[in-house]
């Protein structure tokens, strides 16, 4: 069996949006798990919308998910060129080919008169097919008229069909499909201003490109009929395999809607959002592998990808779900790639300058691992790290667990004895465990009633991180020179104490 060539051919008309990332995905699936080729082709014949900056988002969004593409924009090949506006003439020379082999005809009709027939037949309750007007005018009027009318060139399907009944083909995912020929109107493969409709451009391209397998959205199940007609009119014998892939909504069953933010590649993006995880949910949108297993990499997912375990049921875009995977992807990032991700939200939040040295850079890369298990998106780590860089008594104190220990004499006693053996040299942790120690046997206390004031004490928070890898980062903190100051544990105690109506003695 020949390795497979497939294409992810997006129009550059807004966002990448995740259903298509999926479709991309399964392409790239498909083709790395068979040494086959992946490719990508841009669909830009709609001028008005299709923008050079869309084009370059949704690469960069590709890029971003690691699915970068062995052939097309960007990569070249010999099958080009890969934008369909820069293949105008060869669409225009194969229309012409179909009309001399009498599979197409020109179309005289003008938009308001394909109304009224589109309105009459919905008056009527029938399917809206064009009545085929001026599929009986003589060829050589035809080419005279031509010559001084504008026109469209429409597909003849009646011909295409050869007389059978119906289009039927087998899909990868659907099984057998069946189209009666009686509901396929002769359809435009080139309009009046000669740019190709949808369903001729991508069988042009992809035979010239040799693709051998369409793995698209659902849909486009219904297009595959007119396209397989136009394969069979330019003389194609061995047809691609077809996939086409369920669709994706959100949990409460509507379709991902692509003026919701959340719905694009590039939000996730924004958001600070582990390629790996995206990829990892996006690849069990309608495919599972045989062990049931959700949290994978990239690696896992290509040894296991088959198209023959894809569903043909929507396909749910749970967030929850994805967070889920996110926290763990995460968590498994090392330092500098986290310090990478988290300087944009940290510059963001004022706190962070990216001209910082190489030390600050490997204290950010600390401080994103502290909390990487509990992130699903970097841009969460401003909410979790603010008790670092915006620490004031007040805003300590609103929070009722830290009032609470600062009133009570227990908790208090635990933290002026603390307070006490401040001063000196930086709190790594093993002198934190020997301070906690020492506190321990003078005041008689311990598990809880010990660690939690001593929490309360050192960070200003009631909950957080294990101490044993917070107080160092906050001691190494305090002693950089980032555009937001952290207060050292010394500094937030004495405050705290102070605060409250009683300084610590060192």
Same mark, same amino acid.
């Given at each position: 069996m020949s390795a497979p060539r497939v294409r992810f051919a997006p129009s550059p008309t807004g966002d990448l949006h995740v259903g298509n990332a999926r479709t991309a995905l399964f392409n790239w699936l498909h083709a790395r798990g068979r040494g086959g080729t992946f490719i990508l082709r841009i669909e830009d014949t709609d001028a008005a919308r299709s923008l050079p900056e869309h084009e370059t988002g949704l690469m960069e969004d590709l890029r971003w998910l690691g699915l970068g593409?062995?052939?097309?924009?960007?990569?070249g090949g010999d099958a080009g060129p890969y934008r369909q506006s820069e293949r105008l003439e060869l669409y225009r020379g194969k229309a012409e080919e179909l009309i001399e082999r009498g599979f197409a005809y020109p179309c005289f009709c003008s938009l308001e008169r394909l109304e009224e027939e589109r309105a009459a037949q919905r008056e009527a309750g029938l399917v809206s097919l064009y009545s085929?007007?001026?599929? +009986?005018i003589p060829g050589h009027e035809a080419a005279r008229r031509r010559a001084g009318e504008p026109a469209a060139i429409r597909f003849n399907v009646a011909a295409g069909a050869g007389g059978a009944a119906a289009v039927n083909f087998e899909d990868r995912v659907h099984g057998a499909v069946r189209f009666p020929v009686t509901q396929i109107g002769d359809f435009v493969v080139l309009r009046r201003d000669a740019r190709p409709s949808y369903n001729f451009a991508v069988v042009v391209d992809d035979l010239q490109m040799r693709v051998t397998h369409v793995i698209r959205g659902d849909d486009h199940l219904s297009n595959t009929p007119r396209q397989i &007609?136009?394969?069979? +009119? &330019?003389?194609v014998a061995s047809l691609p395999e077809f996939a086409h892939l369920p669709l994706i909504v959100g949990p409460g069953g509507s379709p991902l809607s692509k003026r919701e933010g959340a719905a694009t590649v590039a939000w996730f993006r924004r958001q600070g959002y582990p390629p790996e995880a995206l990829l990892n949910h996006l690849a069990l949108l309608g495919w599972s592998p045989a062990d049931g297993q959700e949290f994978l990499t990239r690696e896992e997912i290509v040894a296991r990808f088959d198209l023959a375990r894809v569903s043909r049921a929507?396909?749910?875009?749970?967030?929850?779900k994805l967070d889920a995977l996110a926290a763990r992807h995460m968590a498994r990032l090392p330092g500098p790639r986290l310090a990478a991700m988290a300087a944009g939200p940290l510059e963001e939040a004022g706190w962070w300058d990216h001209a910082a040295g190489p030390e600050a850079w490997e204290w950010a890369g600390r401080l994103a691992l502290l909390f990487a298990e509990r992130l699903s998106r970097m841009a969460d780590l401003v909410k979790e790290a603010a008790f670092l860089f915006e620490f004031s008594p007040q805003r300590s104190l609103a929070d009722i667990q830290v009032r609470k220990a600062l009133s009570d004499p227990g908790s208090r006693r635990v933290i002026e004895a603390l307070a006490r053996r401040l001063a000196g040299e930086p709190l790594n942790a093993p002198r934190f465990q020997a301070l906690a120690e020492d506190v321990r046997r003078e005041c008689g206390v311990k598990g809880r009633d010990l660690y939690h004031p001593i929490r309360i004490a050192l960070t200003g928070t009631a909950s957080g991180?294990? &101490?044993?890898?917070?107080?160092?980062?906050?001691?190494?903190g305090s002693r950089l020179k980032l555009r937001g100051r952290v207060a050292s544990c010394a500094e937030r105690a004495r405050a705290l104490l102070a605060a409250t109506g009683s300084e610590g003695r060192s």
């Open positions: 593409w062995d052939e097309g924009v960007d990569e085929g007007r001026c599929r +009986a &007609l136009v394969y069979r +009119a &330019l003389g929507p396909a749910i875009f749970d967030v929850q991180p294990e &101490l044993v890898r917070l107080l160092p980062l906050i001691e190494d």
